[in-house]
């Protein structure tokens, strides 16, 4: 009988970020994950102001997100019966109430940052 072979793993750990963004698409072989961190720059030296969008792709085969999405609701539930219901900041909720009542969309309220 062959001795165990030792195997060495290296692991690449990413940066990890908050994301306040992502969108989701698909192909018939896989679904494509893009988590955003967008971050303003307001620097005296560097006009005009600038965004700074940080991302992360995670590719997916369609099983594979549906195991996701399983599994994304029951931690949800778990952390809700635990902490009690997410729900969108007030400031945000009011920010789409206005929006609404004018008849337009939300606008995106990272633009804010620049007034």
């Known amino acids: 009988m062959d001795?165990?072979?030792e195997i060495r793993v290296d692991v690449v750990n990413g940066r990890e970020f908050l994301a306040d963004e992502v969108s989701i698409s698909h192909s018939?072989?896989?679904?494509v994950v893009d988590f955003k961190s967008v971050s303003p720059r307001m620097d005296m030296a560097s006009q005009p102001?600038?965004?700074i969008i940080r991302h992360n792709v995670i590719l997916l085969e369609p099983h594979f997100a549906k195991d996701l999405l399983s599994v994304l609701k029951d931690n949800i539930s778990?952390?809700?019966s635990h902490f009690g219901e997410i729900r969108k900041p007030e400031a945000l909720q009011r920010h789409e109430k206005e929006s609404a009542r004018a008849g337009s969309p939300p606008k995106d309220v990272r633009q804010d940052y620049f007034g």
């Open 3 to 5: 001795e165990p072979q």
């Open 28 to 31: 018939p072989v896989r679904f």
């Open 49 to 51: 102001p600038r965004m």
């Open 78 to 80: 778990k952390y809700e």
